[in-house]
Structure formats: C-alpha cells, structure tokens
Nanobody
Framework: QVQLVESGGGLVQAGGSLRLSCAAS????????MGWFRQAPGKEREFVAA????????NYADSVKGRFTISRDNAKNTVYLQMNSLKPEDTAVYYC????????????????WGQGTRVTVSS
C-alpha cells in the first residue's frame, strides 16, 4: 500500500498553467504505475494521464494531449502533472492513483488514491 498526497491545485485563468504534485509514501513507491484522474462536478471520474514505473512510457487522454505532461522523480517519490494552455473544461478535482500491475493500467487496477486537489479554470 502507498499513501498519496496531491498538491498544486488552484484558480487559474484560461490559457494559464499549473503543476500538480503527488507525493507518495510507503514501501517501494517507485515500483508503482502512477496515474492522474479528474472528476468534474456532475461527471464521472475520467483518466487524464499515466506513467510507467520506469518513467519512460506515458499515456494521455486525447483531451489533454499536447497540453499536459506527466513525469515522475522516483528519488523524491513524486509524480507531477504539468498542465499548460488550460481550458475551463479542465476544471475538476484531480486525483493521483497508484497501481502495481498492468500497462496500460486499467482503472480497476488503481488501488491507492489520494484525496484530490481542486483545479478551477476561469474563462
């Protein structure tokens, strides 16, 4: 099991940028596949991006490709989500999650979740 704490959310104008961080604690956090998800009001949680435990392979939702970048620093047990060219439709609570098996990792394999950080993009 790994404990996850997100930070970096806030209010930003459309076109702006934010960087979210997800600090992981627990045993061997570097062996986890990590993902970012988001949930907007009244909508289901959706996949945003994921990164292989190697840190080399990444995967993105079509809606964020070219604007968001996921990365990880295993020495710091931290995963990042750099969000550029933000749009009002990116407004949501963003969650990071960890999985130990599968790539690409299906949603049901993500067993550990953070509490979320809120991102609001104003038009």
């Amino acid at each position: 099991q790994v404990q996850l704490v997100e930070s970096g959310g806030g209010l930003v104008q459309a076109g702006g940028s934010l960087r979210l961080s997800c600090a992981a604690s627990g045993r061997a956090s570097s062996r986890y596949y990590m993902g970012w998800f988001r949930q907007a009001p009244g909508k289901e949680r959706e996949f945003v991006a994921a990164i292989h435990r190697s840190g080399i392979i990444t995967n993105y939702a079509d809606s964020v490709k070219g604007r968001f970048t996921i990365s990880r620093d295993n020495a710091k047990n931290t995963v990042y989500l750099q969000m550029n060219s933000l749009k009002p439709e990116d407004t949501a609570v963003y969650y990071c999650a960890a999985a130990t098996t599968g790539w690409p990792t299906p949603l049901y394999e993500y067993k550990d979740w953070g509490q979320g950080t809120r991102v609001t993009v104003s038009s």
